[in-house]
């Protein structure tokens, strides 16, 4: 016994995506052919005899599913599928193309315009009806595609929720950018190429006597390298001075700077679930002399900027911290006199890509420096972070961390 080509059972592929149809054809009698197929296999149908009112139709009811005549006075059925895509819908809605045509440069001309499928007239009822179920294949996979992205958008906007929130975190790690010692003033800057990063730069001054100054470059980028940067924060802290590990019991005088790389070094490298490792450039600061001691681990090379306006690099490189247990570190010895400054910095700054090719370098961060020696504190940091933005590529994000820190010393006499 042969199947019903007019079986509503033959159309269940479609009942839950396709209901509304749309039919539009000039010719009364095909019309009405058309619409007594989709009624009798329980689809709900409208009707119109002309492009222009089918797009009316358009408007109020959105359809499923448009089977349109190619040929019609007025706006043929090719412009009709190209209005019918530009309108605004939740869903997307299948278009067929009922044409006499079957020449491949007027179908390849109907999918241009947007149209889906086509049939060939005159239209039977069993392919029709195979048209239809196809049609509702792709609607189901775009619904259950659209409810994918759906979830992946929530599931997105909750993560993106928690990275601006850790965000705010992270910048509670550096909450002041500036700091006057007396003697010495403090400025620290922080752009993290994404929500979170894991650059950091910080400073304390457990007495009035000196000053400690850091800044930390955690390997990798993103959340792991956030978590690792809040690790290292909380040994290098100027609220609890007891969990400091660059101070003495009582939190009264700086560890000497080689002590504090090989202590934190001995703890990261100790804990195996830890995979990630820094580079550090770490300084203290005697306010009354003037005389830096210095540990340099795989960090850039400080910059030392002279009143005079004299640049030079300073340390040659060093072992990072948590790569190899009981690595140990050299100290660094040198002195600034009044008006001198020392920058310490990521390599965010000197691998940053040029527009015109290749990298920033050292070269050409004193380049910035030397254009940015007008100004003091955060000033001079804004002032250099802008000019590394006009000349690296633009339109797009730096794709590391930049942080810096900047301590400028004006003497014993600037002491209060």
């Known amino acids: 016994m042969h199947p019903d080509p007019l079986d509503i059972r033959a159309a269940a592929p479609s009942a839950?995506?396709?209901r509304r149809v749309l039919v539009v054809d000039d010719s009364p009698a095909q019309l009405k052919i058309l619409v007594a197929m989709m009624r009798h296999w329980g689809f709900e149908v409208w009707q119109a005899d002309n492009a222009s009112d089918a797009l009316e139709l358009c408007h109020r009811i959105a359809p499923d599913a448009v089977l349109s005549d190619w040929?019609?006075?007025?706006?043929?059925?090719?412009?009709?599928?190209?209005?019918?895509?530009a309108l605004d819908r939740d869903n997307y809605g299948y278009f067929i193309l009922l044409t006499s045509k079957n020449e491949k440069g007027?179908?390849?001309?109907?999918?241009d315009a947007g149209a889906d499928d086509f049939l060939t007239k005159p239209v039977h009822a069993d392919?029709?009806?195979?048209?239809?179920?196809?049609?509702?294949?792709?609607?189901?996979?775009?619904?259950?595609?659209?409810?994918?992205?759906?979830?992946?958008?929530?599931?997105?906007?909750?993560?993106d929720r928690d990275l601006r929130q850790a965000r705010h975190i992270q910048q509670a790690l550096v909450p002041v950018r500036s700091?006057?010692?007396?003697?010495?003033?403090?400025?620290?800057?922080?752009?993290?190429?994404?929500?979170?990063?894991?650059?950091?730069?910080?400073?304390?001054?457990?007495?009035?006597?000196?000053?400690?100054?850091?800044?930390?470059?955690?390997?990798?980028?993103?959340?792991?390298s956030a978590l690792m940067t809040a690790r290292v924060a909380g040994h290098l802290g100027n609220d609890f001075p007891a969990l400091n590990i660059a101070?003495?019991?009582?939190?009264?005088?700086?560890?000497p700077p080689e002590d504090v790389a090989r202590q934190l070094n001995d703890r990261l490298a100790a804990d195996p679930g830890v995979l990630e490792y820094l580079t550090m450039a770490y300084l203290t600061l005697e306010l009354a002399s003037g005389r830096i001691g210095l540990v340099q681990a795989g960090h850039p090379p400080p910059l030392l900027i002279r009143a005079d306006g004299g640049l030079s690099f300073v340390g040659t490189g060093g072992l990072p911290i948590g790569l190899i247990g009981g690595a140990r570190y050299d100290r660094i010895g040198?002195?600034?006199?009044?008006?001198?400054?020392?920058?310490?910095?990521?390599?965010?700054?000197?691998?940053?890509?040029?527009t015109t090719g290749g990298l920033l370098d050292q070269s050409g961060l004193a380049s910035l420096v030397a254009q940015c020696r007008g100004s003091e504190g955060t000033e001079f940091l804004d002032d250099l972070y802008w000019r590394l933005s006009q000349v690296t590529r633009r339109g797009t994000r730096l794709a590391d961390d930049v942080s810096a820190a900047l301590v400028e010393y004006a003497g014993p006499e600037g002491s209060a």
């Open 127 to 159: 392919e029709l009806r195979a048209r239809i179920n196809a049609g509702a294949r792709i609607l189901t996979m775009e619904r259950q595609l659209g409810d994918t992205l759906g979830r992946l958008q929530s599931a997105y906007d909750a993560i």
């Open 16 to 18: 839950d995506v396709l």
């Open 334 to 354: 040198l002195s600034l006199k009044p008006g001198d400054r020392i920058l310490l910095y990521s390599d965010g700054l000197t691998e940053a890509e040029l």
């Open 247 to 255: 101070l003495t019991p009582g939190g009264t005088a700086l560890r």
């Open 179 to 224: 700091r006057d010692f007396g003697a010495a003033r403090v400025s620290l800057l922080l752009k993290p190429c994404g929500h979170v990063g894991g650059d950091l730069v910080g400073m304390f001054g457990p007495n009035g006597g000196s000053v400690g100054v850091y800044g930390f470059d955690v390997s990798g980028h993103g959340i792991t």
């Open 106 to 111: 007027a179908i390849a001309r109907g999918l």
């Open 71 to 85: 040929m019609m006075p007025g706006m043929d059925g090719l412009e009709f599928c190209r209005r019918f895509r």
